[in-house]
Nanobody, 127 residues
C-alpha cells in the first residue's frame, strides 16, 4: 500500500501562486508515476499533470501549460506542484495520485491509470 498526503492548498487572489506538496509513504518503490488531478464542484475529476519518478517525462494538461510546474524530490518521496498565474477557474480540490507500471498505461493522464489517491487539498482562487 502507498499513502499520499497533500498539503499547501489555500485561498489566493487571481494572478497569485501556490505550491502544493504530496508526500508518499509505504511501498513507494512500487510506484512509477505521480499525478495531480483536480475536481471542481459538479464536475468530473480532471487531469492536471503527471511525472515519472525518474523525472524525465512529464505530461501537462493544456489548461495549465506554462503556468504549473511539477517536480519531485526522490529522497523525500515528495512531489510538488508549483502553480503560478492562478485563475478563478483553477479553483478545485486538488488530488495527488500514484500509479504503478503497467504495459497498458502510457501517458498517466487518466484516473484509471492510478492506484493510490490522497485525500485532496482545496485551492480557491478569488477574482
Amino acid at each position: 500500500q502507498v499513502q499520499l498526503v497533500e498539503a499547501g492548498g489555500g485561498l489566493v487572489q487571481a494572478g497569485g501562486s501556490l505550491r502544493l506538496s504530496c508526500a508518499a509513504s509505504g511501498r513507494t518503490s512500487s510506484t512509477y508515476a505521480m499525478g495531480w488531478f483536480r475536481q471542481a464542484p459538479g464536475k468530473e475529476r480532471e487531469f492536471v499533470v503527471s511525472i515519472v519518478w525518474s523525472g524525465d517525462r512529464t505530461n501537462y494538461a493544456d489548461s495549465v501549460k506554462g503556468r504549473f510546474t511539477i517536480s519531485t524530490d526522490n529522497a523525500k518521496n515528495t512531489v510538488y506542484l508549483q502553480m503560478n498565474s492562478l485563475k478563478p477557474e483553477d479553483t478545485a480540490v486538488y488530488y495527488c495520485a500514484a500509479g504503478t507500471y503497467r504495459a497498458s498505461r502510457s501517458y498517466y493522464s487518466s484516473v484509471w491509470e492510478y492506484d493510490y489517491w490522497g485525500q485532496g487539498t482545496q485551492v480557491t482562487v478569488s477574482s
